[in-house]
């Protein structure tokens, strides 16, 4: 599995950036693909999940903020993220069951 994650940038703080995660090889066992994230000096978080099924998980610090979605023709796994805040600037990460892509930045100024 391949994955190329795309989208970051910098943002003033309420805007909105979305994340994109491109998939290629053998996918289509995996049953569960994720957005993480990593801030300077902080642990990695899960910030959002979606099953095969459906089944959709966020972090409490992005309910209602963030929406995680797919488009299986595309292969591509998304992340919406709106209502940014500093405290979001982080490394994001897209994972399809156990392998992590390249992180892609986003900086969230005040």
């Known amino acids: 599995v391949q994955l190329q994650a795309s989208g970051g940038g910098l943002v003033q703080a309420g805007g909105s950036l979305r994340l994109s995660c491109a998939a290629s090889g053998n996918i289509f066992s995996i049953s569960v693909m994720a957005w993480f994230r990593q801030a300077p000096g902080k642990q990695r978080e899960l910030v959002a999940q979606?099953?095969?099924?459906?089944?959709?998980d966020y972090a409490d610090s992005v309910k209602g903020r963030f929406t995680i979605s797919r488009d299986n023709a595309k292969n591509t796994l998304y992340l919406q993220m709106n209502t940014l805040k500093p405290e979001d600037t982080a490394v994001y990460y897209c994972?399809?069951?156990?392998?992590r892509g390249q992180g892609t930045e986003v900086t969230v100024s005040s």
């Open positions: 994972q399809y069951g156990g392998t």
């Open positions: 979606i099953t095969n099924g459906g089944t959709i």
